[in-house]
């Protein structure tokens, strides 16, 4: 690693402790009553032209005053945020309700507007769900009505006419095969409405086509927890109560190729999706 020459570091913490007292709105003075120093101190450091750094003491200070990390200050750091407020800004834990009509949930997607989402859901996606569905899901629990999940669900379904430019959806093969029987989480649910819901992903599947892509891949091989990434800037993770988000970008990127091996490793593509499901629906039992 280079070794700055202490004129240059001198430099890099005028100019971005200057620029970070327009931003909060410090003028010497107040600077220099807020960490404790004399006018003249703070004059020093902002004279143009002086090579004179701050001791550590008054590096920090200034630091926490104006509410940046002293490395940045320094030049030892891009990012001006301080190490507690990176770390609390690349993950936070949000409570999950049990519906789509999650409020949290559709804010993410408006803020996707017109950025790629991948999703995987932990059942049906919400966003493809019939009415009949959702009643029969949703009835049962407190705090949220079957009419406020249909409601939020059609918004978001509406971001496929233009605001949303692509999204991909990958649904287990093996929770398609459940639904079709009504087994497991569907059990108790009647024929007709797991048709009627066939029908209306056969017909997503098709008419939506490019804007939406669904592709099914096979547990057995490859596993995912529920997780949608929201362009390239979020990434979420249902774990049951609550949602995992991050905004790291390390993180998001991870979780993109988390999501792009799935769709590698699809057993059924977004173009055979229609077939494969009508092949489920006859599967399904008349009444």
Known sequence: MKIMDKRDRA?????????????TGFNRSALARATGVDRSTVAQILSEGAARLPNAHLAAECARVLGVSSDWLLGLSDRPERPGDVIAAAMTVTEAARSSADAQLHEWHREASGSKIRHVPATLPDVLKTEPLMTWEYSNFLGKTPEQAIGASQDRLGLLDGQVADYEIAISMGELRAFAAGAGYYQGLSAEIRRDQLDY???AARDLYPSLRLFLFDARRVFSAPVSVFGSFLGVVYIGRFYLAFRSRDRVRSLTEHFDNLIREAEVDSRQVPGWLEALRAEVPEA
């Open 11 to 23: 430099v890099i913490f005028r100019d971005r402790l200057a620029a970070q007292m327009i931003v």
């Open 201 to 203: 992903l056969i017909s």
